[in-house]
């Protein structure tokens, strides 16, 4: 009761911008969330989610551009402060004496893949440090032995570059891709049925999110895992926007590769991402880069991509440390309670649909899809930037080897730094949009891969 009331006076002494200023000074941003985490010690995740006196804490702990309202961090997210002077000090060590801090850095970075081994559920040597799920999951696309016939099967929504990394294949090797299509939101039975059907003598493959970029639809990766070991087939599951963003141990998936990025939902400084590889398959994949053979079942032979920037691998050990601090439950509540904020206030209106499982048991954090009957998403993303300097991110399909889906969403995607102001912004300009309509542009009557890919890009 004492601490939390002392956690509470200091907050209020920090809560101005003179606070603001004094906390920027101030190194020790874990130990602000550690003082912040006394003052709800014993309540649930859910009651900490409602807890502004905490999250203020939390938001203070970012440097933020907020003339603009972000809600694009599906993209990638800001980094906290204390993660961004972890980069900046590694490479200002780094950069002193390159051969000898290099290598330094180097071998401590095995203390960072057992602490995300323990902290994520798997074994250290599961467990290969990348610059993002691109290069994760092109390890695992183009890693895996297939001949000319065989078969992957994937859906129209994976993401646009790795759906051409498998398109890639096709046209080089002739191996055949299957794309399935699925509507949102979807039912996980619905999901697990699409892909058991579509599987023939020569399926070698299962890819799938997840949970996607685009309407954050889960799939059931431990029963469709479960289901391609029976039959021989390798699964490689596109966790980009998993890790971090709600719990669960990569260990339960019982998947055959896992890719993520981790400057998206773990907060670390962009350049981050891993592969989790099962122990028994890491000799099924060969490398990017080419490994000696007595590597073969070494899971560093993954990360030997030559001279990189070691300081943005090392600072993800303070990503790590500020994920703790705040700890997996909170933070999923937290982005569970932003999203079903704006969500719950939105789905009232006739016109509104909501493109995600938002029910229970949850299934959406902090990534949600709506879109307004009558409006062309790229109108009603342009009009939220240029009236109300929101940011999201309008979601409208493509042609192969880009995603192909048949509805338009606006993709909704705020962070533990966003405040509730921000939140119903969003929702005033929503129900601007609805009342008075936005205008029409001419991109907006255009369509086609090119425009597509541009927004692809940012997502
Ligand atoms: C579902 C999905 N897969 C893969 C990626 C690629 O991740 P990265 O940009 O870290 O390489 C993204 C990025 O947005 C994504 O959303």
New binding site residues.
Partial sequence: MRSSLLSRRSFLRMAGAAGAAAYAAKAGGLERVAEANQSVAGRTAEEVAKDEFYWREIQLAFKLDRSLINLNN???SPAPRVVLESVWRYMDMINMLPIHYQGMVAGNIQTIRRRMAAEFGCEPEELALTR????S?QIAQNGIDLKAGDEVITTEQ??P??LTTWDQRMRREGIKVTRLQFPVPARQDDLFQRFEKAITPRTKVFHF?HI??LTAQMFPVQRLSRLARSKGIVTIV?G??ALGHFPFKLGDLECDAY?V?L??WLLAPIGN?CLYVRREMIPKFWPLQAAPEQQDDDIRKFEAIGTHPWAIRAALGEALAFHQAIGAERKAARLRALTLRWANALKVHPRVKILSNLGEPAEAWGVAAVNIEGIDVRDLAKFLMDKYRIIAVPLVGGAPPNQVFDYQALRVSPNIYTTLEEIDTFVTAMEDALKEGVPTTAAASSSGPSDTLDWADI?
């Avoid at 993002?132 to 290069?135: L, R, T």
């Fill in positions: 599906g993209f990638t993002g799920a691109s290069e999951l994976d993401y570059r790795m999110c996607t970029n596109d980009a926007h890719g990025s400057h998206k991402g997502r």
